[in-house]
């Protein structure tokens, strides 16, 4: 469930889009994976996963993250 979580999350960011400069904003993400009946628990994991496959690079303050260049790669290809 890990891996379809982080790939739905993918899937939501490249939705979204960054801000002008290039901020994707966790509580967006977050509120449409729960909105489409997303549970708490996987967005932790897929976040968490996308974080370890290096896709993401998170802010320290954890209110936003920005896509790492492997991350927008695999963003272009779906």
């Known amino acids: 469930m890990t891996a379809d979580a982080a790939k ?6 490249k939705v979204i889009g960054p801000d002008p400069q290039g901020r994707i ?8 994976f ?6 708490a628990y996987d ?4 976040i ?3 974080k370890r496959d ?6 320290d303050s954890g209110t936003f993250f920005r896509m790492s260049p492997d991350g927008s790669a695999e963003v272009a290809k779906s």
């Open 8 to 13: 739905r999350l993918l899937e939501i960011a």
């Open 25 to 32: 904003f966790v509580e967006r993400v977050h509120a449409v």
């Open 34 to 39: 729960r909105n489409e009946g997303g549970q």
């Open 43 to 46: 967005y932790r994991a897929g």
């Open 48 to 50: 968490g996963r996308l």
């Open 54 to 59: 290096g896709l993401i690079d998170m802010h």
